[in-house]
């Protein structure tokens, strides 16, 4: 599991060669179901372009086939691998509701996707400390908070927070440092969907990266230039934004 997380980052560091989209559903129960959608074609033929001998003998990509292209628990991965790490039971439930699959284009790779099902803030409790071991690819907006009716966003949520802890957590002090201030460049696009139930009733507080679409549609598109440089200016960039729904 870990050696396909890996390869979530090593796909970023071929010149603009990830795409991440990221989707949010709010329930009118007060949880919510999160896919993460990582598109890794790009960087899939850039690697074919630069070794083809090699590439079916990487091992990275062995384990990146091993996954199912339907959605299967993680509790379920680790089982089909034959193992399972954890005897925790609140950990086993967790592990239950979270997916993962990969996806093909003409029986080819082209990328992975992360779905969180039907979680409440107890469970994204326990997810930030399950975390802070597995280190998936969590987009950070997951862990606002949503009671059914409102949700509260913080817009210091509006990072790379979890892709940047797993690059210090895989590489030296030095390399980290240069894939950090390289990061812009890594990623085509990041954004974020937060979709509602019920109709969005109002919305206070203003970010430049955010708009509403629809009456029931908020979209989040980072501008990663933006992000990483201390002296930008912003016309929105209020810290906390509320959505209210019907």
């Known amino acids: 599991m870990k050696k ?24 009118k129960d007060a949880s919510s179901t999160s896919v993460t959608d990582i598109d890794m074609r790009e960087f899939i033929s850039e690697m074919k372009a630069m070794t083809p001998d090699s590439l079916q003998q990487k091992k990275e990509f062995g384990e990146m086939d091993k996954l199912p292209t339907v959605w299967t628990s993680l509790l379920d ?7 399972q790490e954890t005897k925790d039971p609140d950990s086993i439930r967790l592990m239950k509701k979270i997916f993962m699959k990969s996806n093909k284009e003409n029986n080819e790779p082209a990328g992975l996707s992360l779905k969180l099902e039907h979680f409440t803030q107890t469970d994204y409790q326990m997810l930030s400390n399950y975390n802070k071991k597995e280190k998936l ?3 950070q907006n997951i862990f606002n908070n949503w009671d059914g009716k409102t ?5 210091e949520n509006f990072n790379l927070k979890n892709i940047e802890e ?48 629809d009456n029931h549609t908020i979209k989040i598109d980072y501008n990663l230039k ?11 960039s209020d810290k906390k934004i509320v959505i209210v729904t019907e």
Request: glycine residues 4%.
């Open 166 to 213: 797993t690059l210090r957590s895989k590489t030296s002090k030095d390399e980290v440092q240069k894939v950090e201030g390289m990061i812009t460049m890594f990623f085509k696009s990041i954004g974020t969907t937060l979709k509602f139930e019920n109709k969005i009733k109002s919305i206070t507080g203003k970010h430049d990266w955010l708009k509403q679409i």
């Open 4 to 27: 396909i997380f890996l390869l979530l980052i090593a796909a970023a560091f071929v010149l603009q060669s990830c795409i991440i989209n990221s989707e949010i559903v709010y329930h």
């Open 137 to 139: 690819p969590l987009d």
């Open 77 to 83: 991965i680790q089982k089909q691998d034959g193992k």
């Open 226 to 236: 933006t992000m990483y440089d201390k002296e930008a200016k912003f016309k929105n």
């Open 151 to 155: 949700l509260t966003i913080n817009t």
